[in-house]
């Protein structure tokens, strides 16, 4: 472990959402992301309390994962917050080290170090509270100590593939959680403090507001800039609802508001999303007249990206592009970002206002501004 990683962080292993009817919400990823169904647990490996599917694309693993009985932890979950992410699990060097390290930085305790284990092998997995009802899991493969799995993914699980129609995304990119308002620095000293992280990126009012609706956000990183956690809170003193607002609303509580999904060539990717039934937010056709002069030289053709609804913005490295979805719910909460990065390590600044602008005519109709 060193000063920058003192947790031993790998990567993110997996995001394990719950969901009302994991069945139906493998279909919709399968078919509208282009996800594979790589893994199953539930009554028939002889899991009586969940059943899960593990759904693959690249170096994305998503779980999702509906309880079976009413009594099970994860419905009071679902009747809460509606479909929404649970675990964003981290693949660790040594998850007994990851887990004490952590809780003697401060962190809650979540799940104790444990072996999990089946006839593949076994793991060592621990778990520790974030913000709201989200959890962190800590996943170690340790040969040293025996925990050696050979699996198709985790125990418990067994193989059953089918495959998706791939869209080109490769892997998550950065995870943004909505906090409610006076505690998002609460929480980037906590991935500060507890994980190692530092403050990447600030964003205040003045960057991200509009006449209605304002948020602050800090980006949390990593020291290898692998794992980016932006946090936001909602801004005070603006005419309307602010979308964080809106999301704590009706998530009943802070959470996990976008997954960024980074691809290599977004115009195909989205191109094949949209095919498939994805719905996205749109700006004004002013948007495009005025990019040329914001952004510069790009390697796109501006009519193409303004076909699709992409974005774009620069910083002193390069540029992104970049598209936010609709709500993936009934709810108003969870949505996924795709985006494609060309030397830039932002997040999209120069964007911030049109995105509001097109965010805020959705929750008009929603009747929430």
Request: hydrophobic share 35%.
């Amino acid at each position: 472990m060193t000063e920058q990683n003192p947790l031993g962080l790998k990567k993110i292993h997996h995001v394990e959402f719950y969901v009302g009817n994991a069945k139906q919400a493998e279909f919709y990823y399968r078919k509208a992301f282009g996800f594979s169904r790589a893994a199953y647990s539930g009554l028939e490996t002889g899991n009586r309390e969940t059943t899960s599917y593990v759904m693959r694309q690249n170096r994305v693993n998503f779980i999702l994962t509906t309880p079976l009985s009413p009594e099970h932890h994860a419905a009071e979950h679902i009747r809460q917050h509606g479909d929404g992410v649970r675990d964003i699990a981290f693949q660790v060097e040594d998850a007994d080290y990851a887990f004490n390290e952590a809780v003697k930085r401060g962190a809650r305790a979540f799940i104790e170090p444990h072996d999990w284990q089946d006839e593949n092998g076994s793991v060592r997995k621990a778990a520790i509270h974030t913000y709201g009802d989200t959890i962190h899991s800590f996943i170690s493969y340790n040969t040293n100590n025996g925990h050696n799995y050979n699996g198709v993914f985790l125990p418990g699980f067994i193989a059953q593939e089918v495959k998706g129609d791939e869209v080109g995304i490769v892997l998550v990119d950065h995870i943004v959680g909505n906090v409610e308002l006076g505690k998002m620095n609460v929480w980037c000293d906590f991935y500060r403090d507890v994980m190692g992280f530092h403050r990447y990126i600030t964003f205040d009012d003045k960057d991200i507001s509009t006449e209605y609706s304002a948020l602050m956000s800090i980006v949390m990183s990593d020291g290898g800039h692998n794992i980016k956690f932006p946090i936001n809170e909602p801004a005070e003193s603006k005419k309307g609802k602010s979308q964080i607002q809106e999301y704590i609303e009706f998530y009943r509580g802070a959470g996990a508001q976008h997954v960024a999904l980074l691809c290599k060539d977004i115009r195909q990717t989205v191109a094949k999303l949209q095919a498939n039934g994805v719905e996205f937010l749109t700006v004004p056709d002013s948007y495009y007249a005025e990019l040329p002069n914001r952004v510069g030289e790009i390697d796109e053709d501006i009519e193409s990206l303004h076909k699709l609804g992409i974005l774009v913005d620069r910083d002193e490295e390069g540029y992104l592009l970049q598209i936010f979805t609709k709500p993936v719910e009934d709810r108003p909460t969870v949505f996924y970002e795709i985006l494609q990065r060309k030397g830039c390590k932002g997040f999209g600044k120069g964007n911030f206002k049109a995105l509001f602008v097109s965010i805020e005519d959705e929750q008009r109709r929603r009747g929430n501004l």
